[in-house]
């Protein structure tokens, strides 16, 4: 086999990369440098898995189990962000290797390997984690080993750590900006909460209710709660039914979601009949689900694959073109892509791999290529982002009907709603 054999799935690999890689708005990429590697002794002086050459880092996420439907997109967008950067030097001057670890969507899994990827492996950083579940199991090893996660999910807030980037989305710019819409727009005054059953749907509804019933002088006329992997929604759809909401507010999560909505349909609760606003399904879960049997419902997030502009478009493109033309990006996706870009350029504007460094260099670092349109990060951790709604189209992408009309400002301890 030549060099230069078309055939030779290196090659082959290094021409679709090269192809992603090509549509990439290069211009403003923070840390974006060529020159020579900065000595060791120098970037890394905490004993981190650090080399002349290279620097390795975990990824936490589910690849099985119930979560896998959503976490899925999570590894891939992160493996792409990191094969672009490597692409373009690595960071300070050291190319990225990974360290894959599964979740298997089981929160004491998460702490063992959180624990394996710090004090065994080392790494420089994690990419990781879904459900606040598995965020809250992880914690305490992240502050106690002094690591650092980037956490890519939106999710209830009512946190703050040295030693989280968190490019979701917290309450404030989902759930309240999500409910006033619903009420201006829609003209929603009655709600039925549902949610699966751990802290994240839990504490979102506790914050919603507290908003409908507070702000919007609204009515919460049912909350229910299912166990993760749940199938069987038929006694909530006729609890529905019965009560009639203007609005159906839906935190279920993962594999549950397929039921759930398909069970809806074919109950004749659709669309056409019942307005339902959800804070957890994204295109992701759309595969599964079938747009078909979710057509017309809206989701509130930062992201949808549909936005128009020029950075998304690179991304997008680039994407499937590692991925493949089927391959659908959801909001966690896109905020897990942010995760590896983010992390480089707090590496290269403190000059170093050490966490405490890291941690002092992250507030007011911006992005200027963010899919989604811009970034910045907070000194709280948190990101500056837009709020969106999305109506869910047959073919299962997002319609964008509504925007913020500026950045909202992350607020992770709202008042009043503690």
Known sequence: ?????????????????????AVLPFTGLPGLSFGAAPPTAKVNTTGLAVTDTTVTVGQLHSATGTMAISETGSIQAEQL????????GGVLGRQIKVIKEDGASDWPTFAEKARKLLVNDKVGTVFGCWTSASRKAVLPVFEKENGMLYYPTFYEGLEQSKNVIYTGQEATQQIIWGLDWANQTKKAKTFFLIGSDYIWPRTSNKIARKHIE???KGLVVGEEYYPLGHTNFNSL?????????????????GGSNVSFYKQLKAAGITSAKQFLL???VTEDELLGIGGENADGFYACMKYFQSLNNPNNAAFVKAFKAKYGPKAVIGDVTQAAYLGPWL???????????DIDKIAAASPGIELKTAPEGYVKIHP????????RIGQIQKDGQFKVVAESPS?????PFPKGYQ
């Open 214 to 216: 507070q702000h919007l």
């Open 1 to 21: 086999m030549s060099e230069h054999d078309p055939s030779d799935p290196i090659s082959l690999h290094r021409r679709r990369l090269l192809q992603g890689m």
């Open 237 to 253: 759809i006729n609890k529905i039914k019965l009560r009639k909401p203007d609005c159906i507010y839906a935190v279920v999560v």
């Open 278 to 280: 959800t804070i957890s």
């Open 380 to 387: 709280n951790h948190h990101l500056w982002s837009k709020a």
């Open 343 to 353: 992390w480089k350029a707090a590496c290269e504007k403190a000059g170093s791999f």
């Open 81 to 88: 962000a990191i094969d672009q950067i490597n692409a373009m």
């Open 407 to 411: 950045l909202i400002e992350p607020d």
